[in-house]
């Protein structure tokens, strides 16, 4: 991604030099813009001339992937079809500032046609939801999602050469009861609007001349559940937006409000370091944002939410005004149905290989939230990787054999560079070798147990928005290059086949992760270990989330949202 | 209102030296932030020490009649309670450009609370809707607008020494059926957002591959109703959303777009000058815009809508994706159970006096759409006029005595002085003066005759935001000095009474009208009867309307949504 090398650079600068922070935001809003455009104005390789049809690219989501994949796609030789129920993309790590209007819901959307309209590839959008895939055919169905007007001519079905499907995930509710029908969930910017308007509305209720004290109560009690970066973040604006803007305009019922923010778990943030965890926990307690932890919701009625407490075991319930369901994602129906058909039963997600190639078919790809990598571990293969090694068949491998095929090794199996550097082993050949004295040859019994330990350094990629858009950005740069890798294959040997693998495997690189606390303060889990905890992290956040806006419409009016705050404050209007 | 002396410099200025006119803009936008800005800064009097209770003001309406007056009520001895479903003010002039993106729904409103909060009174608001006003007990009953999540604490009274009903009024259907269930109406901000959610679903379906061409013929035929100013706006904001920014994203069905406009009358903006409606009507011609004049709407239902036309006496049907309503105001139900109540039947408003107090109500007021102004005839008077006027009682006005009272007689009637004006009589002495050798002393015979042609100058205001902003701000001017002028009465003399009237009555200033016609240009009728058609007059058009924006966000906001419009153009994702 263009972004990593940016990020590393600022990181680095920012670390070293922190004041320069305020001084890097300008720059990088500026620069990275400037990159955008460049981009865009490129011209379009166009190699027509030959006779062979258009391959068909059917995309199924315009969500982080699929946007993704979609201005990556820069080969003129395919013919897209991209089907989503929104026409649009979402800048999703903002809702949360949506939810209080920190930034306005238009600044953080950007219509799906005029992203891919300057791209190379043709690219046809219907505004639909896929209800059904025949991957025996290569056909996709589809239906509008808006009303009958028309009858029968809003159903459709679509042919595809290759299908991406990049439909994302739902709210996970866990079947607690009442939830769907009296909480808010914070996953598309219709919610984020939704909770902006019940906000709003309960201010106003809770000032009518009728009201008790108790009602006032109430209607002012904000629960959040769940302690992860967007139950976190929406707590914190809520916070800010109650104290810094509604208190001056309902003075006399700030005093009511309350904010309780349940985690089921022992802490918040807990995909997080330690420290930041502890900051943001005393940072809420000095708010006064109530953190309940080990909290675990039992049951949402329209007044009341009831938590089972681990500590005691007890269920304790608490009146409010409005819920806020923040607890993860959970499988979309539509996948679901597609899954039970395929055969991928009991999974939480579409399985993929390293390619992001659907288990199973060769032209259907899965990526984002509705997918999962199913990585292969080294213990299934290592006979394979030990016959394919021992190139003189003697039944030993010696350091030389080993070295020629451990960089494959290395990109097939990501996990044994990460075993490596956790037992800060320089050479790979240190593998091998137990100790500095031991032979440097191994039998297969020896290579099984050097690499023993290496499938445990396996882990799940996070759903987050950066995973999702490395893996479009990735298959966007296979989908380029599909013709040339044919011929010159690039990835690493096929262990268990013959020849090399067209492309590399996809490798997610984690470039850090916010959390904004609220009050001009962000935490700030950086690469290399790095933590920065404070309003320095804060400018580094504007910084990177107003750069990495998709287009320079959406840029200028975030920037100005945020300036409009700082001037004006949010606004409170219903409607 | 303080707008008019800038206005009529920025006419004159324009008017003399048309080049300048991109440098009003600059500094219209400055000044008159500047000067709002300074009226914020005031001190507010403060008079307090006196045991006086203070009274209790009830602002029925948060719309441009009820907000003038809460801008302008300065004495801090009254209580104000406003009572609004709405917590916001509402720029409604700009509603238009609301409906295609071209300004921002949050960027015409501003939250009544803010408006009111600098204000000298103390200003209470409740978001609720009066159902009943109980005159002979001074009491309103209101309830909550919204759920009824906690029963019967949503209804509450007020108590009041002083009424005043701002309501405004609501579309005229003229019961043509299915015009409330198929048509969009353009009176609020959600009606905005509505039409412009509608206008992008069309083109979506009309992108679906499974839609023949007729029905995205009818999907796209866009019918406009009513050929006023918000009528013919709409249409040509549409037009040009059309034709400037969906056709980069949607080049294939442009072709498909039909914009129709039915005017029942003979011509549209038929309220303004005749070069306008030409000027108006031919460039829609040009524009492709279909103006059928002389077809009055008989039936709307879900995919057609008919029309006779007058010439032909035939009822013809149109195909239609969305119909927009626009034909002028209705009474609200509200204020109709009123008026049954309190016996003023078969009047399309609310009937004041001309210092807008409810007839036969001492302490209820009026204003804004929901009200009209039943202006005193002079020949109801003219024994009175005459005989307050013969000081010496002698059955002759001589010259003398009638020059004492002609400035209460042009005050109490200004018929008079429009009358005066039109007919290029300077002097008021003319009146009475049939020939320059005539006597100057009349009998009240002839007294009658010469004013029996000054009543046909009577006019009804129109049903504007510029009427109702000046009776807001008339009527705050008035409580703000009610002590005063008990003592020291300012009005005319009571010619039916005993004394004078406290304060002067209510007079209209007209400061011109503007019709945007698309393709940045405006027409304009200004004061003095000038008219301006163009590009200039577009360009006074954003000068006058940012100047005239409530607040200083709101302001900037406008300005920046016209900015970016020029830069990037109109959004069209569908949130």
Chains 1, 2 share one sequence.
Not at 11 to 21: A, I, M, T
Not at 432 to 446: F, G, H, P, V
Request: charged residues 25%; contains cysteine; hydrophobic residues 40%.
């Amino acid at each position: 991604m263009r972004w990593s090398s940016y990020y590393q650079t600022a990181s680095r600068v920012f670390h070293e030099y922190p004041s320069w922070s305020k001084a890097v935001v300008v720059c990088t809003v500026i620069s990275s813009g400037g990159l955008v455009a460049y981009g865009d104005a490129r011209p379009v390789q166009s190699e027509f001339g030959n006779e062979i049809p258009k391959k068909k690219v059917v995309v199924l989501g315009t969500g982080w992937a699929g946007t993704s994949f979609l201005k990556n796609l820069k080969d003129p030789s395919y013919e897209v079809h991209v089907v989503s129920p929104r026409n649009y993309f979402a800048f999703t790590p903002l809702l949360p500032s949506v939810t209080c209007g920190t930034v306005e819901a238009r600044s953080v959307v950007e219509p799906i046609r005029s992203i891919t309209r300057k791209r190379g590839a043709s690219v046809q959008f219907s505004e639909a939801e896929c209800y059904k895939i025949d991957p025996k055919n290569n056909k996709v169905y589809c239906r509008a999602v808006q009303g009958k007007k028309l009858g029968s001519a809003e159903e459709f079905s679509i042919d595809y050469d290759y299908l991406v499907i990049a439909m994302g995930a739902r709210s996970n509710t866990f079947n607690t009861p009442g939830v769907q029908e009296h909480a808010h969930f914070l996953k598309e910017v219709e919610d984020a609007l939704r909770i902006r308007r019940t906000v709003i509305d309960l201010f106003e209720r809770a000032s009518l001349p009728s009201l008790s004290a108790e009602d006032k109560k109430k209607l002012l009690s904000f629960v959040v559940v769940g302690g992860g970066p967007t139950g976190v973040e929406f707590a914190a604006e809520l916070h800010d937006f109650v104290h810094e803007d509604l208190s001056k305009l309902y003075p006399s019922i700030e005093k009511y409000v309350k904010i309780t923010l349940l985690e089921a778990g022992d802490h918040i943030l807990n995909m997080f370091d330690k420290r930041i965890t502890d900051f943001a926990e005393s940072k809420f307690f000095r708010d006064g944002i109530d953190v309940k932890l080990g909290s675990m919701v039992v049951n949402v009625s329209e007044n009341e939410i009831s938590a089972k407490e681990r500590a005691t075991g007890q269920v304790v319930s608490l009146p409010h005004g409005m819920v806020v369901w923040s607890t993860g994602i959970g499988t979309r129906p539509e996948i679901l149905d597609f899954m039970k058909q395929i055969g991928q039963i009991n999974r939480r997600a579409l399985v993929t290989d390293e390619w992001l190639r659907l288990e199973g078919f060769e032209n259907i790809y899965a990526l984002g939230d509705c997918a999962t990598v199913n990585q292969r571990r080294v213990m299934e293969d290592i006979a394979a990787i030990f016959s394919k090694a021992d190139k003189d068949n003697n039944g030993r491998l010696d350091l030389k054999e080993f070295r020629e095929v451990v960089g494959d090794i290395i990109e097939r199996y990501p996990q044994v560079e990460i075993y490596l550097k956790k037992n800060q082993m320089k050479d790979v050949a240190n593998l091998l070798q137990k100790s500095e004295e031991s032979s440097l040859t191994a039998d297969i019994e020896y290579f099984k147990d050097a690499l023993s330990k290496v499938d445990s350094q396996m882990k799940n990629l996070p759903a987050t928005a950066q995973v999702a858009a490395q893996q479009g950005a990735y298959l966007a740069d296979c989908f380029n290059r599909m013709e040339l890798c044919e011929k010159y294959p690039e990835g690493p040997i096929r262990f268990r086949g013959v020849g090399r693998h067209r492309f590399r495997p996809f490798r997610y690189k984690h470039l850090g992760q916010f959390a904004p606390l609220g009050g001009e303060q962000t935490a700030a889990m950086l690469p290399g270990d790095w933590i920065s905890i404070g309003h320095s992290s804060q400018w580094l956040w504007y910084s990177i989330y107003a750069s990495k806006q998709v287009s320079w419409r959406t840029r200028m009016l975030v920037v100005t949202d945020w300036s409009r705050r700082f001037i004006f404050g949010r606004d409170s209007s219903r409607i």
